[in-house]
């Protein structure tokens, strides 16, 4: 069991490792968006909030959004597998469906985790500091988390898609919209009430509440609460993936 | 004799297609099985249901006495295959994908070094080890492809087209190799084919599916008695008419090569 799942994660880290363009090519976007979003909207956040450092509360934002991004491609690889005829040499093993599941997840979690820590340290270089190695700590428990659960969302989806058709679709009407509307960027306040309630039930929203509340010590929920709702999110999304995961067919 | 693998009214209805048709056959243990038929007669569809990645609409299958519908981990644990298409992870190396098959299919740590050596010995490819499969020819694929699928040691081995496309030289090889495991080590072998005469040469018993159903099976005496011909291909096309076949199983990749290839005939 643990074996089965040590090659299967094993596997995709090698993956990751052996493609040094899409490592460096995946940093591209959070660090434009660190440097434009950080210097462009900093002298407005701070007038707004009363002198807040908006580097504070943006770098938890963009570490998220890296997680984000690659938890989901993670998980999507699964569509390469089936593709590229791999996905059947698995499926035909005597191993459980969960088994599998539980690889992979840790697999494109590991990678998430990763790329997460690597634009973090890019935002130290920008003068982002985290106050202590606790908050350190629990900080990597949430991108953990995310991490997670996107990689199970990522591979939740993949199993019911045949091909990369429907990618643009999945990334413009799911994935920018729970970037955009989880208070990565932006604070989540006097919103209008249907962005209010669509950013409630995004489930990055208490993710990257939970990360700020960790390592930048600003929460609108409570970290606490966050940590079980994060918690509960990935061990569901999980479950639902192992379920459809015994129904795929090669 | 005893039967690995015994197939019971086994039937596949997609949406408005039936691609099997209460299909019954068996096979015995440590022989070797062709299943013969024209494109788009319902091999692959059975062949993916005889290793559990498609479920039937209905009927019983039993491999080496597990029933593969309820006991599947069990049923495949018991069997190896090598896809009609490519299955291989090209962004690691032969050897790491033969590791990946041996701990997935549970092979004892113990033994696994050992064995991984010789199935790639076998297939000749033990000194190209180190190398990405993308870097592979072909045939070395297909002789990987096939070294993987014994690492397990299989009761029974299925071949879904596994010459196809490859060198006569090539193709020699792998029949020979496929006859002296099923000699040496009693492994029973399904295959399929579109070569009429290896199918003739290689094969103890013989079935011919057409539009879903078993329209012939035997030896190949048998079926050329039968049928009052010279050969298995002059038997094959006598059964199955001359008239040039549509892959058309839904969700099947050939539809697209089909669609390009009417279109560049225009």
Known sequence: MIEVIYILWLRQLQHYWRSKARLLGSLGQPLLFLVTFGFGFGPMYARASG????????APGIVSMSILFTAVFSGLEVIWDR????????LVAPISRTEIMIGKTLGGASIAMIQGLIVLSLTYLLGFRIPSLASLGLGLVFMFLIAVFFTGLGLTIASKMKDMHGFQLIMNFLIMPIFFLSGALFPLENLPPAIYFISRIDPLTYGVDGLRGA??????????????????LSVFICAIGAVLFSRIEA | MQNILSVQSLTKKFDDFTAVKDISFNVEAGSIFAFL???GAGKSTTIKMLTTVLRPTSGEI????????????????????VFQDHSLDDELTAYENIVYHAVIYKVPKKERAERIRKALEIVGLWDRRGDYVKKYSGGMKRRLEIARALVHYPKILFLDEPTVGLDPQTRNAIWNHIRSLNKERGMTIFLTTHYMEEAEAIADQIAIIDHGKIIESGTVEEIKNRTETE????AFLKLTGRDIRDDNVPGNKMRTIRGMRRRTRR
């Open chain 1, 51 to 58: 002198g807040g450092n908006y580097m504070d509360f943006l």
């Open chain 1, 83 to 90: 593709q590229f005829g791999f996905l059947k040499e698995t």
């Open chain 1, 215 to 232: 390592i930048a010590g600003m929460s609108m929920f409570g970290v606490y609460n966050d940590l079980v709702i994060m918690g509960l």
């Open chain 2, 37 to 39: 038929g024209p494109n």
């Open chain 2, 62 to 81: 039993s491999i080496n006495g597990f029933n593969a519908l309820k006991e599947q981990d069990r049923a495949r644990a018991s069997f190896g295959i």
């Open chain 2, 231 to 234: 050969s298995l291909e002059e």
